[in-house]
């Protein structure tokens, strides 16, 4: 009776968290109280049970998803709730790198070279009897007018950072500290262990992208037209009497006249991404109820295969002598670790993986 109630307690410890300690600690001292009022009639009652046969055997509980027992259980077998690992997968994100922009390339104007007549001397008179005089006079030509061009300034960048989800939060059970004195996780060898549910925060990845701080364009400069001075005679005085006529002389020069003006032309740039990996949870950690060894279905032969299976793996388990001690169970839960199996209690599913029948 006392192995029952102490069962309940820890179970009903383990489903409500480390804050019913104090409550469990209580409730286990009513009982053991209880227990020692009764201690005379129990020993009657245990005298006319084993006269009355299997009459007098008690019933145990029908087993569920919610109950306190373990569903299925076998006559012969010891279960606990252990805590099962969570499982996870490997994502790939297509996340972006760099935005899209654009770009201008430049076409520049385009010329011809062209021959033109200029005046350079006009047409005169000359007098026979007293001939006319003459003077130089400079004049400027153009030669190549006033132009404007685009000069292409190229874009500009900037990097940022941003934050990506790797792994979001979530809660694990772990074990919880005995407030008895000592530093056991469990209140006695006939309790399961005190588990707590506590939260893991999210993990993020910081990555590096850039984006336009300012697109790419042009801007226009302005190139002066040119010009050539030329010289030329042109008539002072006249002459006064016969007249005789001098004609005009030409000057042939080459001028660049614009055929084509400039032209601006956008070509777009595509986005960049890439592709990053992270794990994501599929199932979360929880309290299952398995099968495990006790005191009811092991051997020291069981303890010491289990020992020898634990050393030829790479695990020290201490001592092969068949107890099941500090450094056999602390060597039992790391392979449970490494392993992704479910840890908090020696399980028969640990000792199949481990090759013990």
């Not at 850039?210 to 010009?227: C, E, H, L, M, T």
């Amino acid at each position: 009776m006392k192995k029952i109630l102490l069962t309940s307690a820890v179970v009903a410890m383990m489903l409500g968290g480390c804050s019913t300690v104090g409550n469990v600690a209580g409730a286990v001292g009513s009982a053991a109280g209880s227990v020692a009022k009764g201690a005379a009639n129990a020993v009657t009652g245990t005298a006319n049970a084993v006269a009355n046969g299997a009459s007098n055997v008690a019933r145990v509980p029908a087993s569920g998803p919610n109950s306190l027992y373990p569903p299925n259980a076998k006559p012969g077998q010891c279960y606990a709730r252990v805590l099962t690992p969570a499982t996870y997968k490997t994502v790939q994100e297509r996340v972006l790198a760099k935005a899209a922009g654009a770009d201008f390339d430049v076409i520049p104007a385009k010329y011809q070279t062209v021959t033109e007549r200029v005046l350079v001397s006009e047409a005169t008179t000359k007098l026979v009897v007293v001939p006319e005089t003459y003077k130089t006079v400079t004049q400027r030509v153009l030669v190549e007018p006033a132009k404007e061009t685009l000069v292409k300034v190229p874009a500009k960048y900037k990097t940022v950072t941003e934050k990506v989800l790797v792994k979001p939060a979530h809660t694990a059970w772990k074990r919880g500290s005995n407030p008895l004195p000592g530093s056991r996780t469990k209140l006695d060898q006939t309790t399961g262990e005190i588990m707590c549910l506590v939260k893991i925060p999210a993990v993020y990845k910081t990555v590096t992208k850039q984006v336009v701080a300012r697109p790419a364009g042009a801007v226009k400069k302005v190139i002066p037209a040119k010009y050539k001075t030329i010289t030329k005679r042109v008539v002072a005085t006249k002459a006064t009497t016969k007249q005789v006529t001098i004609p005009a002389k030409y000057k042939t020069v080459q001028v660049r006249k614009l055929v084509t003006p400039n032209q601006i032309v956008k070509k777009p740039i595509p986005a960049v991404y890439k592709t990053i990996t992270k794990r994501v949870v599929v199932n979360q950690p929880k309290l299952e109820w398995r099968s495990i060894l006790c005191e009811t279905n092991t051997t020291p032969d069981v303890i010491r295969r289990l020992q020898v299976a634990l050393k030829s793996k790479g695990y020290n388990p201490g001592r092969t002598d068949g107890v099941l001690g500090t450094e056999t169970l602390r060597a039992v839960v790391k392979y449970q670790k490494a392993n992704n199996l479910p840890s908090g209690q020696l399980t028969i599913g640990t000792l199949r993986s481990l090759g013990v029948q």
